[in-house]
């Protein structure tokens, strides 16, 4: 099974989950009368090209694709949640993308940084003969524990709001189903409730790998002032998404080796923040989503219709 590990994706979306594979991806959500519903979509040749195989660019490929799809995805589920008739504005739907993109760097990446400046700031004052290159790791390395503070304490935070938990419980039964599957156990509820909740290749550890990345290479350019520190940042995001896409594929097709599994629990125990364990409804639908993006995937293999 090791050579489909990097194949199969999912993503929690409001009341279902949405299952992406390397051909197209189906979205089950479940409706006000508890009905399932289905959605399924090829993968435009973005996702299926040449450029999906080239290591580095693929990673910036794959968080695109969280955003883009993750999103209409997203508004769909919503729609059949409130029981509106589906409805997916194109324009509307990609302003939200880069919206909800924009306010993540600057309150991940730019905020910590202008913080790391005010720590080394602070540093000089106090410290004015220490070496400049101290100065700097001393504020690089605060810029880091801020961001990391950040992201799992908003992680942490909405956790606690009902539909969230909601969501994180729908996360938890995307993990489990992929866990099963790649398992080879039967796709039932009853049996992939007993699968963990974590998974090596969850978004999850994408933001941690992405938070201890910023701090050792951004500690490399030294203390600089505000504005190009800012800059540097903003530059470096899809360096450092890039690498981190790259790390976890590794870490996942060699996760049986024990120092793999050493160096990614940090990544699977922050996936606690983030999944719940699901009621056996949200295992259904899950397993629905997974099964029709696999129904999907064979009938784009041979040529057949996708809906």
């Not at 594979?21 to 090829?42: F, K, M, W, Y």
């Not at 883009?68 to 589920?77: A, D, H, I, V």
């Not at 504005?227 to 996760?255: D, Q």
Request: charged letters at 15%; glycine letters at 10%; a neutral charge.
């Amino acid at each position: 099974m090791t050579e489909r590990l990097p194949t199969y994706g999912g993503q929690a979306v409001i009341e279902g989950v949405m299952m992406r594979g390397s051909q197209a991806l189906a979205v089950a959500v479940r409706d006000p009368s508890g009905n399932i519903q289905l959605r399924t979509e090829p993968l435009s040749n973005l996702y299926r090209g040449r450029l999906n195989k080239v290591p580095f660019l693929r990673g910036l490929l794959g968080l695109w694709d969280a955003l883009g799809l993750g999103m209409k995805s997203l508004m769909y589920s919503a729609n059949v949640a409130a029981g509106e008739e589906v409805k997916i504005e194109g324009g509307a739907m990609w302003a939200t993308v880069l919206f909800s993109l924009a306010l993540s760097i600057g309150l991940f990446f730019l905020l910590p940084a202008a913080a790391g400046a005010g720590v080394e700031w602070g540093s000089r004052a106090l410290f004015g003969a220490a070496p400049t290159g101290a100065i700097g790791w001393v504020g690089n390395l605060a810029e880091g524990l801020i961001r990391l503070a950040l992201i799992v304490g908003y992680v942490w935070g909405i956790g606690f709001i009902p539909d969230v938990k909601r969501l994180y419980g729908y996360h938890g039964a995307e993990h489990k189903t992929i866990n099963a599957f790649e398992a080879g156990a039967p796709l039932t509820p009853e049996s992939v409730a007993q699968f963990p909740l974590e998974h090596p290749r969850c978004g999850t550890a994408f933001l941690l790998v992405v938070v201890v990345l910023s701090i050792l290479i951004f500690s490399v350019l030294g203390p600089l002032p505000l504005a190009t520190r800012l800059i540097s940042r903003l530059l470096l995001v899809p360096v450092l998404a890039a690498i981190a896409y790259e790390y976890l594929r590794f870490t996942a097709r060699y996760i049986s080796n024990s120092f793999i599994r050493v160096i990614v629990a940090p990544n699977l125990l922050m996936q606690r923040l983030t999944t719940r364990e699901p009621d056996l409804q949200m295992l259904e639908v899950s397993i629905a989503a997974f099964e029709t993006m696999r129904k999907t995937e064979g009938e784009a293999a041979t040529g057949g219709m996708i809906a």
